[in-house]
């Protein structure tokens, strides 16, 4: 029974691929395509620029765990937008671009990859994104033929712990917390807060660093004075300061947690494309330089 289970999920996966006509994809969990959809009617194609489709998409917000937060990252913004110029302009009527995109976003404790995955279409001129997934967590290891990442459905409204949030000129569409529909020219006439927003994250962050590397750089100098007052010590206080010495032991683990916290931050940092390989190798180099 498991096995004709195993062999109809794949039959299911194939079935779909071979409709389906690929514009990107990354190994099995990652993908853009043109998607035959038998309940479209869509106004395809479609032309909207990259970078009015970048605007569009960073417009976009979610609430989850009682916070609302953007649903693409600029990376992924900046990675999907492209792909979708295209996808747009070449589908009929029926058919939407569906895709699957794995990003760094906010977990419990810091940033890790989630996935988020859905459908992209045009109807009565407006962006239509309907999503199955947003911010979820994925598991590498699972075999993709036996659970393939499907896109969205219209006919199925499913439950999930999100919520799209409607801002000035979009709306969910049939007060489904899954499906949201922009009106282009509206959007496209708001300033485009994404630059904006990336702007002031990199001046966070900048400051952030610069912080954090003042403040490592004094407790390495505190770390460094203490080392050398216990060398000044008399030897006949040797026995005294055996019994103090192991104070600056967690002092110095906690540096080395510190400093492993701060190269693993700057490391994500890189990887979602916030700052430079120029700039994540001048932090690392100052960070390492302070030990």
């Known amino acids: ?32 395509r043109i998607d035959s959809s038998s309940h479209a009617n869509n106004n395809h194609p479609f032309t909207l620029s990259t970078e009015q489709l970048q605007h569009l998409l960073s417009s976009v917000y979610v609430m989850e ?16 937008a492209p792909y979708l110029h295209k996808g747009l302009s070449q589908a009929s009527s029926q058919q939407d671009i569906s895709f699957a995109l794995v990003g760094m976003h906010q977990g419990s404790l810091a940033r890790e990859n989630r996935l988020s995955s859905g459908r992209v279409f045009i109807q009565d001129n407006k962006l239509n994104l309907l999503f199955n997934r947003i911010h979820e967590k994925i ?16 006919q199925q409204k499913l439950a999930v712990d999100w919520t799209l949030t409607a ?18 020219e509206t959007v496209l006439k708001q300033p485009k807060l994404s630059t904006v927003t990336h702007a002031r994250q990199q001046q966070e962050i900048s400051s952030n660093l610069q912080n954090e590397q003042q403040n490592l750089q004094q407790q390495v100098s505190e770390l460094k004075q203490t080392v050398e007052e216990l060398k000044q010590q008399p030897v006949q206080n040797q026995a005294k300061q055996a019994v103090v010495a192991p104070a600056p032991a967690p002092s110095m683990n906690n540096d080395a947690e510190q400093i492993k916290k701060r190269l693993t931050t700057l490391k994500q940092l890189h990887n979602q494309g916030i700052i430079t390989d120029k700039e994540y190798q001048q932090k690392r180099q100052a960070i390492l330089n302070d030990i």
Not at 68 to 80: G, N, P
Not at 139 to 154: E, G, K, N, T
Request: glycine share 2%; net charge negative; aromatic share 12%.
């Open 1 to 32: 029974m498991t096995r004709f289970i195993s062999c109809m999920f794949i039959v299911l996966f194939f079935n779909l691929s071979a409709h389906a006509s690929n514009l990107w994809h990354f190994k099995n969990e990652q993908y853009i």
């Open 139 to 154: 598991d590498f290891s699972l075999d993709r033929r036996l659970h393939p990442i499907l896109p969205a459905q219209r």
């Open 167 to 184: 801002e000035a000129g979009q709306e969910l569409v049939n007060q489904r917390q899954d499906w949201i529909a922009i009106d282009i």
């Open 65 to 80: 765990n009682d916070d609302t937060v953007r649903v693409f990252t600029l990376a992924e913004v900046e990675h999907l």
